[in-house]
């Protein structure tokens, strides 16, 4: 009831006549007494300076993006890729998965949980100025960065036998039997009182 009479009273207000006149004109403000100040050019000569100069032999000034593409999804995966006039590709994709994560409480307690993560996994195409192709494919997930290529360095593999100790056969001696004779709180004879 409340609620229909605070609305009849908003209703009757905006249908009620305004007191604003539509003939209101804003006055009109007198220019100011004063003259603004001239600007005074610098009585010196600006440097003049020389365009910069562009080699004109530059191989790589008409490269263009010839393709392209980017296919966002509402999962969270998406891909990309593009290609250039030069040959350069490059291609990637990202999907979101659960992994196992750490979580830390107040306490600094850890606790392992299902968290949500991406993978990548892609791939890149060029040519070098002197011509050599390289083509690089990459996977980075829960494991890590795992990059492979023909020009990447390999750590060599060195295999070898790890040496064996010499086994020397002896016998400890065996230590003579001292005489003790036990007095009181201590030992006499040969042993330390």
Do not use: C
């Not at 010196?44 to 000034?61: L, V």
């Not at 890149?124 to 960065?145: I, M």
């Not at 360095?153 to 020397?168: C, K, N």
Request: proline letters at 9%; charged letters at 20%; glycine letters at 6%.
């Amino acid at each position: 009831m409340k609620l229909f009479a605070i609305a009849t009273v908003l209703a009757v207000a905006a249908a009620a006549p305004s007191s604003y006149k539509p003939e209101y004109k804003a006055p009109a403000y007198a220019a100011p007494s004063y003259s603004a100040p001239a600007y005074v050019a610098p009585s010196y000569s600006a440097p003049a300076y020389a365009a910069p100069a562009y080699a004109k032999d530059n191989k790589y000034a008409g490269i263009t993006v010839t393709s392209q593409s980017d296919e966002r999804n509402l999962d969270g995966s998406s891909q990309w890729s593009y290609a250039q006039s030069d040959y350069t590709t490059r291609e990637e994709s990202q999907v979101q998965k659960k992994l196992q994560g750490v979580a830390y409480d107040s306490y600094g307690k850890a606790t392992y949980e299902d968290v949500m993560g991406n993978t990548n996994k892609g791939s890149s195409y060029w040519v070098s100025p002197e011509g050599e192709k390289f083509t690089l494919t990459w996977v980075a997930d829960e494991q890590g960065f795992k990059p492979k290529g023909d020009h990447l360095p390999v750590a060599p593999v060195h295999v070898y036998e790890l040496p064996v100790a010499p086994v020397h056969e002896y016998e400890l001696p065996v230590a003579p039997a001292l005489p003790y004779k036990r007095t009181g709180l201590g030992y006499s004879g040969t042993s330390f009182y």
